[in-house]
């Protein structure tokens, strides 16, 4: 595999996991417990999907093919998809939507700060951008973990209940194959088993001052990267795809 593809395919895995964690977080327009956070919800949905189109906007011009932001998140295949599973998982009940995204900013906090060392100068201006928009997601995340954690008895259960379902998703986060390995080496990619420690400080800290404790993973879940997925992300494809599907080439 050239520089070049493996440029195009990590653009694509970092796109990915945007684009499907935003659609996720977009399902709660409307719906938030609060007004408040219908808004912030929603912003922060905002962000990863703005983050996507930068990323995508990029791997179309790095392919070469003629592919647009459009055409590289809307009209590929379930199989095609490389982001990793626990963007797809479905937003369950507020404290699961809140776990999610909480495990996920604490690990895209310290990825984007490093990414800003890319020698990739268009990645690099990415990171920059995206580093200050997840300093909120995971400042608000953290307080809402703190928040439901402290609460009542009720909110206490269902972040427990949360943090078991999810944990098992984030190992694949720190996950380093071969393309991983080929980025690093070319200079443009993040070592993401080097933030795992970092990682685990801040979900311990902020999970301490919860009254909250991180569940034993066990056997950690994965296969997002290969286009491996679980049966949740064909029906956010099927509701994220529609438009492009039923009028191919529709512009607004």
Known sequence: MSDNDVLFTYLLRLADDQLILGQRLGEWCGNAPTLEE??????????????ARSLYS??????????????????????????????????????????????V??????????MEKSSDNTLAAIAAKASKEVAYHLRHTSEWVVRLGDGTDESHERMVEALEDLVMYTGELFES???VKAAIEAGFAVDVASLQDEWKRTVDSVLKEATLE??????????GRE?????????????????QRAYPGMSW
């Open 105 to 114: 900013s604490a690990f895209m906090a310290p990825f984007w700060r490093e």
């Open 227 to 243: 286009g491996r997925h679980t049966e949740h992300l064909g029906h956010i494809l099927s509701e994220l795809q529609y438009m």
């Open 38 to 51: 219908d808004l912030a919800l929603t912003n922060i949905s905002l962000d990863l999907i703005g983050q």
């Open 58 to 103: 990029y791997a179309g011009e790095v392919e070469g093919k003629g592919r647009d932001e459009d055409q590289l998140a809307f009209v590929r295949y379930e199989q095609d998809y490389l982001n990793a599973l626990i963007a797809e998982q479905p937003n369950g009940d507020f404290a699961h939507t809140i776990v999610r995204q909480f495990f």
């Open 214 to 223: 991180l569940p034993e993973a066990g056997h950690m879940q994965s296969g």
């Open 177 to 179: 194959d071969g393309l």
